[in-house]
């Protein structure tokens, strides 16, 4: 059902996927190219291929090659020669497809995509929906690399879910904040417009001037942003609705007071998306409406097991464990929450032991954050020298002078979760995709000196 359904969405080709780019008819003859192109220079049909494509006509288009006979595909999250080489660590390959200039590792050669000229042969969905065909590449909730690979029935059955969701059609334009490699990103801006035959901006708006400018001019009705995108529009009075209906972020909690700020500026509540690239969409909340519950996908099964989220979806990467009935546990404390949802208590993973004492990272990071004049902050767990124990650090974001935030953390209550080594910045690192950049910061926080016990 699923390559039927894909299939009959080829057949609109006169479909614009950009407002001024190509048609679906096009991109398919492009995907027809890609594939015989591989077949021309004999590459396996199981042996992964490196993706370092930009432009999200062509990364729609190798996608779909992919269904289509050419090999699966690994999306880096950036293009770097270190990630490269990371990446091919982890998943080795010796083909990069690229539509950009690239130093590709040792060993590797790249098909650029200018030499894939459109096919004459049929496109043809060919890859059984169960199978990988896709790996993409994630930092992981820890910082360590992670390949995760994922199905057609995982990507495309989501994007379908979203469209049917929310809304999405045919008269849509979606004007997306985050690139297309990482998840978030991938189904918002490449396989979002196409299930639903809607068109998306071919650039990627980062800055609040190129977000507020294709708003105004371009007539986008759904946004596609994160958390940090939303708070640097809180410094545009101009923000307006113009044909704006939808609005979504994820990659991050979203600030209460920025989704106050855009809600008052247009009408819309932002609707936050919850989930993992290897988990997928989990469930969805507007601001304002039960907004500490998670409401989950109407396709979700989910149950709580030692205050553990388990999870029963379509969307769930191959490459996880499940217990005997299908479900996967994640490292997602949860509670019971409005309705049929839940609310999220943090994580397993950011509960450690100080001096013998359970300390919740995340609720030390929500007190910094009550801190007058603190933006935001990341609390870490750092290893002592020479002990088996760990010490609080924080990477606080103010504008404050450090020596008051400093001040004002000593007054916590809580002596075993008060951090002990902390910076000010400015604003906290970030990744391309709105998260965190966990290894630079854990790289500051590991430049501070240990505070004098008398502080």
């Known amino acids: 059902m699923m390559n039927e359904t894909i299939a009959a969405l080829l057949k609109n080709k006169d479909c614009r996927f950009t407002p001024s780019g190509p048609t679906i008819g096009e991109i398919a003859a492009l995907a027809a190219g890609i594939r015989d192109a591989f077949q021309r220079i004999g590459a396996r049909a199981d042996a992964p291929v490196c993706l370092c494509v930009e432009r999200k006509p062509h990364l729609l288009a190798a996608l779909l090659a992919s269904l289509a ?101 045919p008269d849509d334009l979606i004007l997306p904040t985050v690139g297309p490699q990482h998840i978030y990103g991938l189904l918002g801006s490449i396989l979002l417009p196409f299930v639903a035959s809607a068109r998306v901006l071919d650039r990627t708006c980062v800055f609040p001037r190129e977000i507020l400018g294709a708003l105004r001019k371009e007539g986008a009705t759904v946004l596609l942003s994160v958390p940090a995108h939303y708070r640097a529009l809180k410094a545009a009075d101009e923000l307006d609705r113009h044909a704006l209906k939808l609005a979504f972020s994820s990659a991050a909690p979203l600030d209460p007071e920025d989704a106050a700020f855009f809600l008052n500026k247009t009408g819309l509540a932002i609707r936050e ?45 191959p490459d996880l464990p499940r217990d005997e009935a299908g479900f996967f546990m994640t490292a997602d404390r949860v509670a019971a929450g409005e309705a049929r949802g839940f609310r999220v208590l943090g994580r397993v993973d950011r509960i450690v032991k100080v001096a013998g004492k359970r300390v919740d990272l ?92 008398a502080e």
């Open 273 to 317: 998306l919850y989930g993992s690239t290897e988990t997928g969409g989990m469930a969805y909340r507007a601001y304002g409406e039960n907004h500490g519950s998670w409401e989950p996908f109407a396709c979700l099964e989910w149950k709580i097991k030692d205050e553990r989220l388990c999870v029963r979806s379509p969307f769930v990467s």
């Open 69 to 169: 006979g050419a090999p699966p595909f690994i999306l880096p999250h950036a293009f770097q020669p270190q990630v490269l080489k990371e990446v091919s660590e982890a998943s080795p390959f010796r083909l990069i497809l690229a539509d950009t200039a690239i130093d590709p590792p040792a060993g590797a050669t790249v098909l650029p995509i200018a030499d894939c000229r459109p096919g004459h042969r049929p496109l043809t969905i060919v890859h059984p929906p169960e199978q990988p065909f896709l790996s993409l590449f994630t930092g992981g909730s820890t910082g360590k690399p992670k390949v995760w690979t994922k199905t057609p029935a995982n990507l495309f059955g989501e994007a379908f879910h979203l469209a049917n969701a929310f809304g999405i059609g």
């Open 362 to 453: 995340e609720e030390i990071r929500e007190k910094l954050r009550r801190i007058p004049g603190v933006l935001d902050a990341h609390v870490a767990a750092l290893p002592q020298k020479g002990s088996r124990q760990a010490e609080i650090a924080a990477l606080v974001a103010s504008s404050r002078p450090a020596r008051e935030v400093r001040a004002a953390i000593r007054t916590l209550g809580d002596t075993y979760g008060r951090p002990r080594r902390i910076r000010v910045v400015k604003t906290l690192p970030l990744l391309p995709n709105g998260k965190i950049d966990r290894q630079r910061i854990e790289a500051l926080l590991a430049a501070v000196h240990r505070p004098r016990a």
